[in-house]
């Protein structure tokens, strides 16, 4: 998979060997830009609009009005952090179904932050225009209120999310595998979905400790259905397979071992 998706970045540069490619990557003039192209092939992107639907229905019918009880999103935004967001149909998703959900709920303030290591598909978010196809999934009325047609024969594509709900999504480029991730804020609902399977186990053990530093105390952390945490040692409860909440320090079992030692 690597080698055929090297080559299509050889191609476009004239470069017929892989050696070749090697002095490039590493000769101080291309560095910095050739890391940003290899990190664009080399990336899976595959995303869609209401993806592993279960996961919305989840949040609106339950982690939503339990957050609001406790006051999120009424004294303070209730923040979201989608941590691989590609191209942005996963935070796009979120602010739809919060928008809606926030319609019969008088205060609710939120704000969604997309993150991704490819600086290409950070730009497509940032545009947020798609094909017809990819927003088939979108339910009509959904489509009705966050949509526009675009006009004119040089759009991009035909539909962009609407002015308004893009202002609620900000998009920022974050590596999963770097030591610190310098957010401005915790979150009360962390997504990184269909990204944890292309680690390996103690990468993966790594990124799941920083997400949950990054989750307020009782906040949501959703991961891929593929990629259940079971048999983790995190101070998490399982919701369902797939979907956990961060415990407080006094209601994990790490804790209750100290206090009856
Ligand atoms: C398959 S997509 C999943 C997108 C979305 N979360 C979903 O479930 O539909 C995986 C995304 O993870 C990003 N990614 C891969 N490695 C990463 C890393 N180390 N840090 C941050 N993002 C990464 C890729 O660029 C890609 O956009």
């Known amino acids: 998979m690597v080698e055929t998706r090297l080559r299509k970045r050889l191609q476009q540069l004239g470069i017929d060997s892989f050696a070749a490619y090697w002095r490039r990557l590493t000769d101080a003039r291309h560095r910095e830009t050739e890391l940003v192209a290899l990190t664009d092939v080399l990336t899976t992107n595959k995303t869609e ?14 982690v939503l009005p339990h957050l609001y009880q406790t006051g999120a999103g009424v004294r303070t935004p209730l923040r979201v952090w989608s941590a691989a967001s590609s191209t942005g149909e996963e935070p796009y998703t979120l602010a739809m179904l919060l928008d809606q959900w926030g319609r019969s709920r008088r205060p609710f303030e939120y704000s969604i932050l997309g993150t991704d290591i490819s600086t290409r598909v950070l730009e497509q978010a940032r545009l947020g225009a798609y094909q017809e196809r990819a927003i088939a999934a979108l339910p009509e009325s959904w489509r009705q209120s966050y949509l526009l047609r675009a006009r004119g024969s040089s759009a991009p594509a035909p539909f962009r999310i609407n002015a308004a709900l893009r ?15 310098r957010l401005p804020d915790r979150y009360h609902i962390i997504f990184c979905r269909n990204v944890l399977i292309y680690f390996n186990r103690p990468t993966q053990a790594a990124v799941i400790g920083k997400l949950i530093e990054w989750l307020v105390p009782g906040g949501y952390l959703f991961v891929g259905h593929s990629e259940s945490l079971q048999g983790s040692d995190f101070p998490l409860a399982t919701l369902v397979p797939s979907v956990y909440r961060h415990l407080p320090a006094w209601q994990s079992g790490e804790m209750a071992i100290r206090r009856a030692s």
């Open 49 to 62: 609009f209401l993806r592993e639907a279960a996961h919305f229905t989840l949040l609106g019918e339950s």
């Open 167 to 181: 202002a609620r999504v900000q998009f920022g480029y974050l590596n999963l595998m770097d030591d610190d991730y």
